[in-house]
């Protein structure tokens, strides 16, 4: 093997390390879950929605939603995560919730140390949660 093609191969198997380092075997390491986190979009009508998150090491979280600039909403909560499922219960919120809303799940489906990319199981959306600090 040229000493080319062995340096792509190292790469290759490096970053491969990175990218699952928070899973195994569509497991995900909780650990690599704790943190402040923001995810972004932009609407339909042009607005610019965020959500500004931290997750805790003790299960809980705590938020905001920001919309053009605007705090719209806080909120808080604890979590909980089996293999990849990662469940979302809502105790606290600046706006009422039904009682089914007051649970979501987010099915991760890979972790690195500077994102999270995660499906939605009500929207079955891919979003990337972007790490803060």
């Avoid at 790469?11 to 995810?39: C, H, K, Y």
Wanted: glycine letters at 6%; charged letters at 20%; a positive charge.
């Amino acid at each position: 093997m040229n000493k080319r093609v062995a340096f792509f191969v190292s790469i290759f198997v490096l970053l491969s390390m990175v990218t699952f380092a928070g899973q195994q075997n569509n497991r995900v390491e909780e650990a690599f879950l704790v943190g402040q986190w923001t995810r972004s979009e932009v609407r339909d009508n042009g607005g610019m929605v965020s959500v500004d998150f931290e997750i805790l090491a003790n299960h809980t979280f705590y938020g905001k939603v920001k919309e053009n600039g605007v705090v719209t909403w806080s909120f808080a909560g604890t979590w909980s995560l089996v293999g990849n499922k990662f469940t979302w219960r809502y105790e606290q919120s600046s706006v009422p919730l039904s009682k089914q809303a007051k649970t979501d799940i987010d099915y991760i489906i890979d972790v690195t140390p500077t994102h999270v990319r995660k499906r939605s199981s009500s929207t079955n959306k891919e979003g990337v949660w972007k790490r803060l600090h």
